[in-house]
């Protein structure tokens, strides 16, 4: 079935550095790709997404990559802060009623 | 606008009671969806709505139910509750389906002893 994998699922960097966290697909006919940043006892909230038709979107500090053919989406975080440190969701949808998400990775991000 | 608001936050249930986890969104959105998030689990979808009147299962449907009797309530009702049920619950909501920003209320995190 449908599914979205997401690693690594804990992640710890030191303020300043950047972060990596990597998603891979299965439905081809996937073609949105959002991310939402979690912290503690909230709801979700999105902080970038992607489009199938574009490789790569930029909005600050935060970037998110897209390779359709291998089925692989990445957000990258660079010159990271406290602030940061929470859990983030990747996820994919085809359209109509349904978001597959990833299992989510859990940010550290020590001062 | 408030967003969407659920409630209540949290919730302690016994085996085999009911209750009902509010949400109301005030964004005029048609599409709302009930999801729970387990650990390590990321986010599962209980019930999604395309409209007033209009409400259909997603992936774990079993044990619950909703009504949408109009745009802005979405209600989800658990009944004869299980310990299985233990979960942190979130509402959200869309203008017009999946491909876009999902909207989600603050949660409701209930426990079932």
């Known amino acids: 079935g449908e599914n979205v994998e997401q690693h690594p699922s804990t992640l710890s960097v030191q303020e300043g550095d950047s972060a990596v966290i990597k998603c891979t697909y299965s439905d081809s006919a996937s073609n949105y790709f959002p991310w939402y940043k979690q912290e503690l006892g909230k709801g979700p909230q999105l902080i970038i997404d992607?489009?199938?038709?574009?490789g790569e979107k930029k909005d600050q500090r935060i970037a998110v990559t897209l390779n359709k053919t291998a089925k692989h989406f990445s957000l990258h975080i660079t010159e990271t802060q406290p602030e940061d440190s929470a859990v983030y969701f990747c996820?994919?949808?085809?359209?109509?009623?349904?978001?597959?998400f990833g299992a989510g990775t859990r940010l550290f991000v020590k001062a | 606008n408030a967003g969407v608001t659920q409630t209540p936050k949290f919730r302690i249930l016994k085996i085999g009671q009911s209750m009902t986890l509010q949400c109301a969104q005030d964004?005029?959105?048609?599409?709302m969806y009930w999801y729970r998030q387990d650990p390590g689990m990321g986010l599962k979808l209980i019930y999604y709505?395309?409209?007033?009147?209009?409400?259909d299962k997603g992936e774990v449907p079993n044990g619950y139910n909703v009504s949408r009797s109009t745009t802005e309530d979405f209600p989800l009702r658990l009944e004869l509750a299980a310990p299985s049920q233990t979960s942190v619950y979130f509402c959200?909501?869309?203008?017009?389906?999946?491909?876009?920003?999902?909207?989600f209320g603050s949660g409701t995190q209930l426990s079932v002893l």
């Open positions: 992607i489009r199938s038709n574009v």
């Open positions: 709505s395309v409209g007033a009147g209009i409400t």
């Open positions: 964004m005029n959105h048609n599409y």
């Open positions: 996820a994919a949808s085809k359209g109509g009623f349904k978001t597959i």
């Open positions: 959200a909501s869309t203008k017009s389906g999946a491909r876009e920003k999902l909207f």
